[in-house]
């Protein structure tokens, strides 16, 4: 009966060590799975994370692009805008005159719709982020470098200068 007890003790041990080993083999297993799930979770992240910066990227490249689509037209009908104020000037009709301003006052009117602001002139300081000086004149009873006409209008988009202003600026005499 002790070969039998002691048998049974070997067995019972070696039943214990199989169950010890097959959790260690099961927890060897799920540790490997655990990384894996660990890796998916992140390369997961990692994907989420790129999109929404290409979404961003996406986003305010559009705008840009937009803004530059509104700078190009813009740029397309200053010239038009220059030829209706050269006509005021040689045309003495008062009917035509009348259309001409019209026109002008349409045309102005859908620059400002779209944020497009002019660039005040006469009797302000000369500033050279906003205007180029086309002449320079002599005027003792104007301030100094203050701005006397206006050759041609200069314009803003969103603060940014499509056009500088074309002005004539006084100097005081030396």
Known sequence: MKKENKDEKLNSE????????????ADQNTQPKQEQKDNYL???QRIQAEFE???????????????????SVIETFLP????????????SDENVLTGINM????????????????????GKTFDPNFHDVIAVMHN?????NVILEEYQAGYIYNGKVIRYSKVIVNKKGE
């Open 42 to 44: 992140e390369m997961a």
């Open 103 to 122: 026109i002008e006052s349409k045309i102005i009117s859908a620059l400002e719709k779209l944020d497009v602001k002019k660039i005040e002139t006469i």
């Open 14 to 25: 070696k039943q214990d060590k199989k169950e010890v080993s097959s959790e260690e083999k």
């Open 80 to 91: 038009c805008l220059d030829s209706f104020k050269d006509a005021k000037k040689t045309i």
């Open 53 to 71: 910066n290409y979404r961003r990227r996406m986003a305010d490249q559009l705008v840009a692009e937009r803004r530059e689509g509104v700078i």
């Open 140 to 144: 003792d009873k104007a301030e100094d």
